[in-house]
């Protein structure tokens, strides 16, 4: 058990829809990290969070956003999904260490979002 | 495109044989790590190696990292078939970057 915690574990929804999906860190962690998964494109990092703040974005779509609340824990929000958002959609925390150094990350299990 | 490139794609062993993996990246980077995931599971941290370190093991890992390259390669001794699995190696560039994840090394090991 990693200690980061992703609900729901599994959503089918259809084309359109708005999903939002939740991820709550290890404890002490502050940095927070969504990455997608899809067959096809590998694991894309999408956006990290640090203590409430963006810290770096990656290819992450106009149609998706997240935050990161004061208690720490995120929410990646999905709309107007199309069939290719279909993918395993991962959390992860970190606690990141001084003068730059990054640690491991911690994964949560993911979220395995079909769109019909 | 990717930071990180692993290779081979799949790899395809007998029990107690040994697996290499291979890592090469594009940029100078802080610290690498490797990062084992189950079918359809989270990413696990196996490993990490810092830019100025040369080589490190953990049990039957044994990773190595030339910044001269832009290579790593990850080493598994004596595979098992519980270590069946996805292997990434993941680059972080600067503080404040994130973490890039090359396509990843499917490995099988069969009994």
Request: charged share 20%; net charge neutral; hydrophobic share 30%.
């Amino acid at each position: 058990d990693s200690g980061v915690t992703q609900t729901p574990k599994h959503l089918i929804t259809a084309t359109g829809q708005r999903v939002t999906l939740r991820c709550s860190p290890r404890s002490g962690d502050l940095s927070v990290y969504w990455y997608q998964q899809s067959l096809d494109q590998g694991l894309q990092f999408l956006i990290q969070y640090y203590n409430g703040e963006e810290r770096a974005k990656g290819n992450i779509l106009e149609r998706f956003s997240a935050q990161q609340f004061p208690d720490l824990h995120s929410e990646l929000n999905l709309s107007s999904l199309e069939l290719g958002d279909s993918a395993l959609y991962f959390c992860a925390s970190s606690v990141e260490g001084l003068a730059g150094v990054h640690g491991e990350l911690f994964f949560g299990e993911g979220s395995r979002l079909t769109v019909l | 495109s990717q930071q990180g490139e692993e290779d081979p794609q799949a790899l395809s062993i007998q029990e107690g044989e040994n697996a290499t993996m291979n890592c090469s990246y594009k940029t100078s980077i802080n610290n690498l790590q490797w990062y084992r995931q189950n079918s359809g599971r989270g990413l696990v941290h196996l490993i990490l190696i810092r830019s100025n370190e040369r080589e490190k093991h953990s049990g039957r890992l044994r990773v190595t990292l030339d910044t001269s390259k832009k290579s790593s390669s990850l080493l598994i001794t004596a595979s098992r078939a519980a270590d069946t699995a996805s292997y990434f190696c993941a680059t972080i560039k600067n503080y404040g970057q994130n973490f890039v994840f090359g396509p990843g090394t499917r490995l099988s090991v069969l009994p």
